[in-house]
Each structure stands twice: as C-alpha cells, then as structure tokens.
C-alpha cells in the first residue's frame, strides 16, 4: 500500500520545485463535469500555489473547464504536506461518473497530459514551451 504521503516525501527528498498529484473526480450526478485544479489558498506559498493552479487550467485544451477552473482547497493532507517546500496543486481531470468526460479522458489523454505540461512549464518559464526544439548544431548529421 502507499500512502499519500509517500509522494510528497519523495517530492521533498528529491529537490522537486512544485508538486502535482494528478486525480479523476467522481460525484454522484452523471452530470458533473469539468477539469479543475485545487491549491492551498493559505500559508507559506499561496500566491505560488494559486499561481500554478491558474497556468495549469489555462492552458488546458481538450476539458471543459469546471467553473472558472481552479478552486481553493485548504486541509487537503496531499497539499498541506508539500506547500511549505514549493508550490503545490491537487488536479481533477473529470469525471469518471461523466460519459462525455470519460471519452475526452480515454481518447485524448495524451493531449491532457501535454496541457498540464504546458501549465507547469509556463509556471516557472512565463510562457508556452517551444514548438520546435532547438537543435543543436554540434551534433553530426542533425541538420536545422
């Protein structure tokens, strides 16, 4: 069994600079729908938190936006373990009780993943990631 806890002490032993545990939401209405990001509104890196949290649900493609796509969330153990280190964000995909959500989650989660990538990066980067990597030059046979 691992523990919650376990991913955020390993964030913490390995430098890591943020935190983000990726989740699928569930309710009891089919009708609940919508990726969201949740962060500790509170303490040490709040600003930080919610910062993360917003270039996350911004540059998300391919699910609907739940509300105005972030929430804050204090007493969330997962959160409150990490965010004294850096920032740290809780992300709802969907729903897995939602059929449209669960299709878009099935069929596209590469491009999902590729979005909250996108997210992180512009976080620490202030801005999308290239589209085309650099190549470098010294490298035989690569040509630009």
Known sequence: MVFKSK???NAKENGANAFVSVHINS???EDASGFTVLYKGNGTNADNNKALAESISANQTVMDIRGDGITERNGLR???EFS??????LIEVGFITNKSDVSKMSTQSNRIGKDIATGIYSYFNGGAPPLTPAIDSSLKGVKQ
């Open 7 to 9: 991913g955020t002490n």
């Open 78 to 80: 997962v959160l409150n």
């Open 84 to 89: 004294s280190t850096g920032p740290a964000v």
């Open 27 to 29: 309710a009891g209405n």
